[in-house]
Structure formats: C-alpha cells, structure tokens
C-alpha cells in the first residue's frame, strides 16, 4: 500500500505555467513506474507522463516539449512541469504509482488545473 499526495493545481491563463507534486508515503524506488494522468468529464483518463525506476520517461503527444516529469528519490515525490498550458489541458490530474507485478496501481486523489483567460 501507499498514499499520494498530490499538490500544485490551480488556475492558470493560458501561456502559463505550474508545477505539480505527488508525495509518497514510501519509496518511489519501490515502484517500476509513476505516472502523471488527467482526466476530464465524460472522458477516459489518459496518461500524460511517465518516468520509470530507471529514470527512462515517456509524454503523450499532445504534451511533449512542454510538460517534464521528474523525480526526488530522497523526498519520494514526483513532479510534473508544466509550460505553455492551453485550455485543452483543462482537467483533473492524478498522480499514478505502478507495480508491474500482479499489476497493481495506486492513484492519489488529483488536483485540478483551470487553463483559462
């Protein structure tokens, strides 16, 4: 089991930028991947960034060159940057902790973010 925390969200004009956080209760290192997600009503959630226990890092197409997933190991948080947002990243974003043994995920409770002017 593990507990995420997710922080960061907010309203933002179009442009802008914000940084979101996603606290662990235990270490990140224990997971083969964490991912960053989005959703928005009446929609699947679909995944936005992912680093894996290796450090490799993976983005949705709609979201590379502007948004960064990064990691720190000692704080067992990971970070999600991002830059030039639209309104087409309007959406609740939640943080995602994945085992590949017996496949099992952890979601934190997300966080909104409002892309608007």
């Known amino acids: 089991q593990v507990q995420l925390v997710e922080s960061g969200g907010g309203l933002v004009q179009p442009g802008g930028s914000l940084r979101l956080s996603c606290a662990a209760s235990?270490?990140?290192?224990?997971?083969?991947?964490m991912d960053w997600y989005r959703q928005v009503p009446g929609k699947q959630r679909e995944l936005v960034a992912s680093?894996?226990?290796?450090?490799?890092?993976n983005y949705a197409d709609s979201v590379k060159g502007r948004f960064t997933i990064s990691r720190d190991n000692a704080q067992n948080t990971v970070y999600l940057q991002m830059n030039s947002l639209k309104p087409d990243d309007t959406a609740v974003y939640y943080c995602?902790?994945?085992?590949?043994?017996?496949?099992?995920?952890?979601w934190g409770q997300g966080t909104q973010v409002t892309v608007s002017s």
């Open positions: 995602n902790a994945h085992l590949n043994w017996g496949n099992q995920n952890y």
């Open positions: 235990r270490s990140i290192l224990s997971f083969n991947a």
């Open positions: 680093i894996s226990s290796g450090g490799g890092t």
